[in-house]
């Protein structure tokens, strides 16, 4: 099976910025959906970045639009969410996914999250 790693994360000021690898093994990751989900501290498990498997298109939460990209790269296997001018807000766990595009009901994979703070 797929397994997903993810690291990055870390104590960041206001206005900083993060790049968060997810690094894929067990499969190529580019035959995959990926996505992004936070979850912070006493909130249940939200929605923050997509892309389709071909890379062509991408969507992302109303609350993290233009100041989050998501992208990958296939030689490396490895999905990235870039994070500019984060707010404090932000803070959370972060974990990424990934979905097979024919059967994503039994291929559905996910990371160990990493954690993402973001204070003064």
């Known amino acids: 099976q797929v397994q997903l790693v993810e690291s990055g994360g870390g104590l960041v000021l206001p206005g900083g910025s993060l790049r968060l690898p997810c690094a894929a093994s067990?499969?190529?990751?580019?035959?995959?959906?990926v996505g992004w989900f936070r979850q912070a501290p006493g909130k249940e498990r939200e929605f923050v970045a997509g892309?389709?498997?071909?890379?062509?298109?991408?969507t992302y939460a109303d609350s993290v639009k233009g100041r989050i990209t998501i992208s990958g790269d296939n030689a490396k296997n490895t999905n990235y969410l870039q994070m500019n001018n984060l707010k404090p807000e932000d803070t959370a766990v972060y974990y990424c996914?990934?979905?097979?595009?024919?059967?994503?009901?039994?291929?559905?994979?996910w990371g160990q999250g990493t954690q993402v703070t973001v204070s003064s």
């Open positions: 996914n990934a979905k097979h595009s024919i059967w994503p009901d039994k291929h559905n994979y």
């Open positions: 067990g499969g190529t990751i580019s035959t995959y959906s």
């Open positions: 892309i389709s498997k071909s890379g062509s298109y991408t």
